[in-house]
T-cell receptor
């Protein structure tokens, strides 16, 4: 079974721009969570989607948003990029929709650099 | 919200020796504690987890212990091998979900010296 895939793998943007990242979960998985990973703050939870609905949300500003499609694929969007948004953005999927205790499978991440 | 402290930030051990990584958490309601291993260029991978109804769990060379009273849990790796070199993250969460999802520690860079 294919793992979690994320596109693109690398991205360079400038301040003020917006960006959309994509995540395809493992086939059959219905929950998708997004995390931001930086050297200073570590791994931080952004939000979780299940059945096209945002179920949980972390403590990030409204510039960070996401959505989930009927096939469980998910996108996250960051508007008005800031230098501090440079990070590795990780997507994780789980089978039946009960994270965080249900095993989450992470993708390789999208590395975003904001100049 | 939950806060997870992880120590040490870097751990260097000789191949074949044991490695121990420790984490403490702040929210006594947390009852699910997974450990992840992240290799260079990859996303974190779950290696073992423990729930609050047990004090210890083993899987081959890896074990996790939990002390709910003291609010700390530890990862033990025995007979370390070169492929164990990676960054390890502990995490804590409230089973059933919550606004914070998984709260991670800052990570431990484990280096296995040949």
């Amino acid at each position: 079974k294919a793992g979690v895939t994320q596109t693109p793998r690398y991205l360079i943007k400038t301040r003020g721009q917006q960006v959309t990242l994509s995540c395809s979960p493992i086939s059959g998985h219905r929950s998708v969570s997004w995390y931001q990973q930086t050297p200073g703050q570590g791994l931080q939870f952004l939000f979780e989607y299940f059945s096209e609905t945002q179920r949980n949300k972390g403590n990030f500003p409204g510039r960070f948003s996401g959505r989930q499609f009927s096939n469980s694929r998910s996108e996250m969007n960051v508007s008005t990029l800031e230098l501090g948004d440079s990070a590795l953005y990780l997507c994780a999927s789980s089978p039946g929709g009960r994270p965080p205790e249900e095993t989450q499978y992470f993708g390789p991440g999208t590395r975003l650099l904001v100049l | 919200g939950e806060n997870v402290e992880q120590h040490p930030s870097t751990l260097s051990v000789q191949e074949g020796d044991s490695a121990v990584i420790k984490c403490t958490y702040s929210d006594s309601a947390s009852n699910y504690f997974p450990w992840y291993k992240q290799e260079l260029g990859k996303g974190p991978q779950l290696i073992i987890d423990i729930r609050s109804n047990v004090g210890e769990k083993k899987d081959q060379r890896i074990a996790v212990t939990l002390n709910k009273t003291a609010k700390h849990f530890s990862l033990h790796i025995t007979e370390t091998q070169p492929e164990d070199s990676a960054v390890y993250f502990c995490a804590a969460a409230l089973e059933g979900g919550g606004a914070d999802g998984l709260t991670f520690g800052k990570g431990t860079h484990l280096i296995i010296q040949p």
